[in-house]
């Protein structure tokens, strides 16, 4: 069983591109989550994905957007960069729905932006 | 409007002795909490969770409290070891609510002396 992986590892933008992550997730897992963590907070939810629909967004703006395909592997898509979109951009995959649904985690994508 | 706080940044404990992290949450619909444990360069890991009909969870050497008249959660490891050494993110989550949206807490750096 395959746990949950993103690419890249790292990527350096300049303010104004646009960027693409990736993420496989964890075999049998048909619901995707991205959060941003920023250097010394926790991470923050951006938005879920269950069977290629998105399920529930948080407090980012429109230019963040998501895919999930039929394989439930997902992209985050992040338009004309900002400096404060430098962070860590996790993935998380889980079974979806019911109380006890648990995320893992990818390793993440390091982003920095200039 | 931190929901999930963690308010000691670090602690330090000597190998054997126990670890007690605290977190503290202000909103009352929270249903669901987890912790997450989470080396350098590695994505955060699942170490345990706890609903809010309990109030005590244990696996092994990790225990988890939950204190909800006072809105307060613990994870007590016992005995601590060096391999502890992470830093740990409580979270918690509303089933009613936002269903992929955990938030996090800014986390405990935990050292765990030899």
């Known amino acids: 069983e395959t746990g949950v992986t993103q690419s890249p590892t790292h990527l350096i933008k300049t303010r104004g591109q646009q960027v693409t992550l990736r993420c496989s997730s964890q075999s049998g897992h048909n619901t995707v989550s991205w959060y941003q963590q920023a250097l010394g907070q926790g991470p923050q939810f951006i938005f879920q994905y269950y069977r290629e629909e998105e399920n529930g967004r948080g407090n980012f703006p429109p230019r963040f957007s998501g895919l999930q395909f039929p394989n439930y592997s997902s992209e985050l898509n992040v338009n004309a960069l900002e400096l404060d979109d430098s962070a860590l951009y996790l993935c998380?995959?889980?079974?979806?729905?019911?109380?006890?649904?648990?995320?893992?985690f990818g390793a993440g994508t390091r982003l920095s932006v200039l | 409007d931190q929901q999930v706080k963690q308010n000691s940044p670090s602690l330090s404990v000597q190998e054997g002795r126990i670890s007690i992290l605290n977190c503290d949450y202000t909103n009352s619909m929270f249903d669901y909490f987890l912790w997450y444990k989470k080396y350098p360069a590695e994505g955060p890991t699942f170490l345990i969770s706890i609903s809010s009909i309990k109030d005590k969870n244990e696996d092994g050497r990790f225990t988890v409290f939950l204190n909800k008249s006072a809105k307060h959660l613990s994870l007590h490891i016992v005995p601590s070891q060096p391999g502890d050494s992470a830093v740990y993110f409580c979270a918690a989550k509303n089933y009613g609510g936002s269903q992929g949206n955990l938030i996090f807490g800014k986390g405990t750096k935990l050292s765990v002396k030899p």
């Open positions: 998380a995959s889980s079974l979806g729905g019911g109380k006890g649904d648990i995320q893992y």
